[in-house]
C-alpha cells in the first residue's frame, strides 16, 4: 500500500515562493509517475505538474514559475513554486500512479495579496 504525507505548505505573500515536499512509502518509488494536484475553494482538482523519470508536465498556468522534481534515493517528489499569486492559492495534494493511482491528504498553500 502507498502512503503520500505531504509538507511545506503555507501562507505566503503574492511573489514569494514555497517549496512543497512529498515522502513516498509502501512501494518501489521510480516506478511510479509522480504528480501534484491543486483544489481551490469551488473548483474542480487539477493537475499542476507531474514527473515520469526525467519528463515533467506542467499546466500551463505554473508554466516558468514551479518546478517538479524527484530524488529516487530519498523516495520524495519536490514542487519547487516562484512567483506565487493569489489564483495559487489551493489544497495542494501529491498523487501517485503506477496503475493504480493514490492520493496524499493534501497541503494548504495560502497566497496574500
Do not use: H
Amino acid at each position: 500500500q502507498v502512503q503520500l504525507v505531504e509538507s511545506g505548505g503555507g501562507l505566503v505573500q503574492a511573489g514569494g515562493s514555497l517549496r512543497l515536499s512529498c515522502a513516498f512509502s509502501g512501494r518501489v518509488f521510480s516506478m511510479y509517475v509522480m504528480g501534484w494536484y491543486r483544489q481551490a475553494p469551488g473548483k474542480q482538482r487539477e493537475l499542476v505538474a507531474s514527473i515520469s523519470g526525467g519528463i515533467t508536465n506542467y499546466a500551463d498556468s505554473v508554466k516558468g514559475r514551479f518546478t517538479i522534481s524527484r530524488d529516487n534515493a530519498a523516495n520524495t517528489v519536490y514542487l519547487q513554486m516562484n512567483s506565487l499569486n493569489p489564483e495559487d492559492t489551493a489544497v495542494y495534494y501529491c498523487n501517485a500512479k503506477y496503475g493504480l493511482s493514490y492520493w496524499g491528504k493534501g497541503t494548504l498553500v495560502t497566497v496574500s495579496s
